[in-house]
């Protein structure tokens, strides 16, 4: 497996930073949390992201997408976490569009994946219930009733559950609660009688919702996959969806270093540079490498999203592994960063918070380092 980009991946990464240096640096963050924005995202760049084709990276092109792979949709993710760009592109492309092309039917993914890659449909997936990550825990209900099913249950942290047009509901319809058998997964619309969906504002000034759900009525045609078998192609998603958040994360980690090199390149203390100081080096050498080796893992598991021979096992390892060191590295380096920047970094004059506070919320969603350590050691039967 090549850990380097190819002339067509290295186009797309360089078009990538470019636009969001350009579009959507850190100030357009700041100025939506200003401004507490509804949405939690800029429209007119949305637009111009939609525009570029991101939305249909890994879409297949029989459903409007350019099939460009995991790869290319991950060197885009990872610019934008360059920037911290919050836009649908996580819960709406990598987390809905493809948990559709996993588990829907050709005729939901005729009729939704080319509106999600034109940008007319905005997609939410609904799945923890709890503070801590346990997609196999699910006690919301739903139970057949002749051509329908009767959704009841309460759903948490649904990232951009408040501005979705459809939510994908992943539901109980056996009773065993800890079994990853009898979960279907089911497409609501946002303005389903007896759904109420509240916004959650987030530390990384992204936008989650909280979702109750009383005697839902939605037709049977909605049910994504067959009844009951729904939680094999919702693991293998979950996968998809935490290795983009490892490169998301990979990409802030290493402005966050870029900025803390120049800072102690810039900052002078008893009539020298602080970077001259031997302990400073050291620390900066150690974030170094740990960039390196997550370099390599991130583009390893991205790889692997891509690659027919890798078996859904190989992909699972991959996901806990990038996942694991990007959540350990990423608290290590948003650490460094306000530290090695002293007493201006706690300030919010200076953007190094909003990485901090980004790589907290990245690092829990879908599972943190623990869980991932957990999983990994399980699936070598450890």
Same mark, same amino acid.
């Given at each position: 497996?090549?850990?380097? !980009? ?10 990538a930073k470019n636009f969001c240096?350009? $579009?959507?640096?850190?100030?357009? !963050?700041? &100025? ?7 949405? +939690? ?13 991101? *939305? ?15 790869? +290319?949709? +991950? ?12 836009? /649908? ?22 009729? !939704?994946? *080319? ?15 709890a503070p801590v990550h346990k /997609? ?15 959704? $009841? ?11 979705? $047009? ?28 007896? !759904?109420?969906? #509240? ?14 759900? #009383?005697?839902?009525?939605? /037709? ?38 870029? %900025? ?8 002078? #203390? ?54 694991? &060191? ?12 306000? #530290?090695?920047? +002293? ?14 506070? %980004? ?24």
């Open positions: 497996m090549s850990l380097v !980009l190819t002339e067509d991946q290295q186009l797309l990464k360089d078009s240096q350009q $579009n959507a640096p850190v100030s357009v !963050l700041r &100025k939506l949390r200003d401004e507490n924005s509804e949405r +939690g995202y800029d429209e007119a760049v949305w637009q111009q992201m939609v525009e570029l084709g991101w *939305p249909g990276m890994a879409v297949a092109e029989e459903h409007g997408g350019f099939e460009f792979g995991y790869v +290319g949709l +991950g060197v885009v993710l990872e610019e934008s976490g360059r920037t911290l760009v919050s836009s /649908p592109l996580i819960a709406s492309v990598l987390f809905g569009a493809s948990l559709i092309s996993e588990a829907g039917s050709a005729e939901q993914k005729s009729a !939704l994946l *080319p509106k999600v890659v034109s940008g007319k449909l905005l997609l939410a997936v609904a799945i923890d219930e /997609p196999q825990r699910v006690n919301t209900k739903a139970k057949k009733d002749g051509d329908h099913y009767i959704l $009841n249950g309460e759903k948490t942290f649904v990232l951009d559950g408040h501005i979705a $047009n459809k939510l994908i509901i992943v539901a109980r319809t056996e009773d065993d609660v800890e079994s990853t058998a009898g979960v279907s997964l089911f497409l609501v619309d946002s303005d389903a009688q007896g !759904l109420e969906v #509240q916004r959650t504002l987030m530390v990384d000034n992204r936008n989650a919702a909280r979702l109750t759900l #009383q005697q839902v009525k939605v /037709p049977a045609e909605s049910l994504l996959g067959e009844e009951g078998s729904g939680f094999e192609a919702l693991d293998r998603v979950l996968d998809i969806v935490r290795i983009g958040v490892a490169a998301e994360m990979l990409g802030s980690a290493m402005e966050v270093f870029d %900025r803390i090199v120049d800072y102690l390149k810039q900052r002078e #203390q008893f009539g020298l540079q602080i970077g001259s100081f031997q302990a400073l080096q050291h620390r900066a050498a150690e974030m170094y490498s740990e960039l390196e080796l997550c370099k390599s893992v991130v583009r390893a598991a991205l790889g692997a999203l891509d690659d027919s021979s890798k078996s859904t096992e190989d992909r699972a390892r991959m996901a806990s592994l990038a996942k694991a &060191k990007l959540c350990e590295v990423s608290e290590l380096i948003s650490n460094e960063g306000i #530290q090695m920047h +002293g007493g201006i970094g706690m300030t919010d004059e200076f953007d190094i918070g909003f990485f901090i506070k %980004r790589a907290r919320s990245a690092q829990q969603f879908l599972g943190d380092a623990t869980f991932h350590r957990d999983r990994y050691a399980n699936l070598h039967s450890f």
